[in-house]
């Protein structure tokens, strides 16, 4: 009789499902590296994302672009190269950065202008004829962080940067905008939103808990987001690109987590330092009073000794 092969892995003799089969949910997560790229790489959406996030800043709307090469080389063969999440061009020429940064990085305010000044010298046209005039760059920042970890209060989720005199408040050059969103400010549920920009930042954070697209969120661009966000309609393939950019998101989220509490570590021991450094200086002031006092003591003994011709004993 033949022997029956048992599956080493399961006791029970079952094969264990493989990950790429796991219940994912029914849509992707944004806040992935895959999710991101799936939802905003379709054109029509990222026009709406841009009309609606870049409404404050653009006179006439979007109706076209195009994608651009999301890898950027130095000037030399030894400069760090630049890898974006995406970027477009629009059909009036103004440049845009997206990037969705879903995990704490400490100099990321100068990995935004880093990457910016990478669009600036894509401009450069040779010859001498050439006069520096630039195309607008608008580089959009989606956080799943904040900025300024000492305010907790405020709702302001979006900023947007230019340079501007700094005494006269005055924008100096308009042609350069840092948009930064900031995703743990906005809290706001299903029926309290009420813009566009509030409805967007509800699917960026909200699109992977929800079953299926709320009534509020129904119009044909939303409706395309739903569609294509779902998982049931991947392949094995992107099912498997899926899972492994969920674990990657995982892994940085634990890693965020100790990095925290390191940070937590270290400000306690610095305060624990502030604390002993103030008693040290406390005991080193004691101790100088000491010394001042056996000081003055000597030296009124030395004063008597003066003036009454009493010796010591080694005289």
Excluded at 38 to 47: P, S, T
Excluded at 157 to 165: A, E, F
Excluded at 302 to 308: D, I, K, L, S, V
Aim: glycine share 4%; with cysteine.
């Amino acid at each position: 009789m033949a022997k029956k092969t048992i599956n080493q892995a399961s006791p029970t003799g079952r094969k264990k499902k493989k990950p790429d089969v796991k219940d994912l949910g029914v849509y992707v997560n944004l806040l992935t590296d895959f999710g991101f790229k799936r939802i905003f790489g379709i054109k029509e959406v990222m026009i709406h994302f841009l009309n609606t996030v870049l409404a404050p800043e653009i006179k006439d709307s979007i109706v076209d672009l195009h994608y651009d090469n999301t890898e950027r080389l130095g000037i030399t063969q030894f400069d760090r190269r630049a890898f974006y999440d995406l970027i477009c061009t629009t059909g009036k020429g103004e440049r845009i950065i997206v990037e969705m940064q879903a995990i704490w990085q400490e100099f990321y305010k100068d990995r935004i202008l880093f990457y910016a000044s990478y669009l600036i010298q894509d401009q450069n046209e040779k010859g001498e004829d050439w006069d520096f005039k630039l195309p607008p760059i608008y580089s959009i920042n989606i956080v799943n962080f904040l900025f300024d970890e000492t305010d907790l209060t405020s709702e302001k989720y979006t900023s947007y940067i230019q340079l501007m005199d700094r005494d006269t408040l005055k924008v100096f050059y308009d042609k350069l905008t840092i948009v930064c969103v900031e995703l743990p400010r906005f809290t706001k549920e299903l029926n309290e939103l009420k813009t566009f920009l509030e409805q967007w930042m509800f699917i960026i954070r909200r699109l992977h808990e929800l079953d299926d697209i709320p009534e509020a969120l129904r119009n044909e661009v939303f409706e395309k987001i739903f569609e294509e966000a779902k998982i049931a309609r991947m392949t094995k393939e992107e099912k498997n690109a899926y899972y492994q950019s969920l674990k990657n998101l995982k892994s940085m989220n634990i890693a965020q987590i100790e990095q925290n509490k390191l940070k937590k570590a270290n400000v306690e021991l610095r305060k624990a330092y502030s604390v002993l450094g103030k008693a040290n200086k406390a005991l080193g002031k004691s101790n100088a009073e000491k010394d001042i006092a056996l000081a003055a003591k000597d030296s009124i003994i030395a004063e008597y000794q003066r003036r009454y011709g009493v010796l010591n004993d080694k005289n």
